[in-house]
């Protein structure tokens, strides 16, 4: 694949995602990260997601999603264009060996119940403190510096860390899968992001389903659940309404059998929390 082509086909936000990099603050169209060549306490890194382009404020250097493998990697254009070959979202080109790495100092110092009120205040503002029992209250330090947020374990053990200010990953990037305790596979629903999948069990409240979940916690982690979903009947999408979730939608099926886009509940809006919060109902925590 060469380069113009591949500059429209991938997504900047999930080649960042890929090196476990997350902004510090967002708009929908732009984000802020932290440098990728030096180590900040300000991010001046502009990310324009709009047009799939980055610009460092500290060095007035401009990136694309290649020159950003380059510059992480330390790589030639070719081996960065090898690199971006597996967000193609064709089945034969996604290497299920890769690993996300993490160059993150990070540790991890205390992991209980969600107490915090500005924990319980940002569940309550996301419409999903009724399912507190998934996550956890996680204080940590990078660099020195102590933080805290909102944790969701994946599968490898690293935990997605949320609160107002903040999305990053601390530890190893992976799914989560959560079981219904059923023998059955019958059916899997399937979530970009954890706050997605607490949303729906919100709307589910009551309900006796029997199905398995599974949280990617990134687009770019779907290579990690491909040989899963082929154990289930059904497969229940629950992705964005955007051009990431469109051509993930698409890949799955043409690769599965007995695929559902449950993406039209939320027609007009981003994703399932958006929609859910708009409607005006919520929670009683």
Known sequence: MNCEKIKGKVSIRTVLESFNLFPVKENGKTGFYFALDREEKVPSLSVDYINNKAFDFGTGKNYDIISIVQQINK?????????????????????????????????????????????????????????????????????????????FLNDSGGYEIRNKYTKICLGKKDVTLLKSGMDCQREVKIFEGFFDFLTYRNIQRGANEVSDYLVLNSTAMLFKAEELMKKYNIISLFLDNDSNGRLITDKLFNQYNAVRDCASIYTGFNDLNEWFCSSGRYCDY
């Open 75 to 151: 790589t030639s254009v070719s081996d960065a264009l090898k690199y971006l070959e597996k967000f193609n979202f064709q089945p034969q080109e996604i290497d299920q060996k890769e690993e996300v790495r993490s160059n993150a100092k990070y540790e991890i110092i205390q992991v209980k119940e969600v107490k915090h009120p500005a924990l319980v205040q940002y569940l309550k503002y996301r419409n999903v403190c009724d399912q507190i029992h998934f996550v956890k209250e996680i204080h940590y330090q990078i660099n020195g510096k102590k933080f805290f947020g909102i944790g």
